[in-house]
């Protein structure tokens, strides 16, 4: 069974930085999984934000953050991160992390692509 909790979620200023973090919990290795972001805001669909590969060869990115956000990943602690800058009203959204194990070589944009979904941590953005 694969569970994924996601952490650091909050409220912000415009402007300011932050960091999410998502922990993989598995029977198998963290390089056994691409992971990715998505985002929901209010009243919206999801929406990728960005995704990392296995062994973190490849990144993608929403073009909404690009320049402004990173993600990251650590398999030796199982722990995925996306660290935040200039963050804008219109980055307030629930953020979950996604995992998946069918295609690891690949930082998907795509939902369909991830086994797993976390719970979701929901950062707020204040002008």
């Known amino acids: 069974q694969v569970q994924l909790v996601e952490s650091g979620g909050g409220l912000v200023q415009a402007g300011d930085s932050h960091r999410l973090s998502c922990t993989l919990r598995?029977?198998?290795?963290?390089?056994?999984?691409?992971m990715g972001w998505f985002r929901q805001p209010p009243g919206k669909e999801r929406e990728f934000v960005a995704g990392v590969s296995a062994r973190a060869f490849n990144t993608n990115y929403a073009d909404s953050v690009k320049g402004r956000f990173a993600i990251s990943r650590d398999n030796a602690k199982n722990a995925m991160y996306l660290q935040m800058n200039l963050l804008k009203p219109e980055d307030t959204a629930a953020y979950y992390c996604a995992a998946n194990e069918r295609t690891p070589w690949h930082s998907s944009p795509n939902g369909s692509a991830y086994d797993y979904w976390g719970q979701g941590t929901q950062v707020t953005v204040s002008s």
């Open positions: 598995s029977g198998r290795p963290a390089n056994n999984y691409a």
